[in-house]
């Protein structure tokens, strides 16, 4: 079992950066599981923004954050980051953070663990 909780959220204008920060408690080993961060905006469903594996050497993104986002975690202290840069209107959503057992995945259905969500709002 794995508890997530994300923070870091906020209002920011276009241009702008935020850093999500992901903290997991963990029955095993944090490094087994590889983490994703995925938004959710209006109306929309769920995408993928990043993942990376356990070790974190392996990472990987969506084309739209490319070079504005990036993602990295800290396994001993149990937490994961999102840097964002460069923030758009279009980035405005809710961010989760997940946990998988498996590698580095970008489909929603292999991760077995979900953060609450912490929302981000870009103003034009």
């Known amino acids: 079992q794995v508890q997530l909780v994300e923070s870091g959220g906020g209002l920011v204008q276009t241009g702008g950066s935020l850093r999500l920060s992901c903290a997991a408690a963990?029955?095993?080993?944090?490094?087994?599981?590889?983490m994703g961060w995925f938004r959710q905006a209006p109306g929309k469903e769920r995408e993928f923004v990043a993942a990376?594996?356990?070790?974190?050497?392996?990472?990987y993104y969506v084309d739209s954050v490319k070079g504005r986002f990036t993602i990295s975690r800290d396994n001993a202290k149990n937490s994961g980051y999102l840097r964002m840069n460069s923030l758009k209107p279009e980035d405005t959503a809710v961010y989760y953070c997940?946990?998988?057992?498996?590698?580095?995945?970008?489909?929603?259905?292999?991760?077995?663990?979900w953060g609450q969500g912490t929302q981000v709002t870009v103003s034009s």
């Open positions: 997940a946990a998988s057992i498996k590698l580095l995945t970008s489909w929603s259905r292999e991760y077995d663990y």
């Open positions: 963990s029955g095993r080993t944090f490094s087994t599981y590889s």
């Open positions: 990376i594996s356990g070790s974190g050497g392996s990472t």
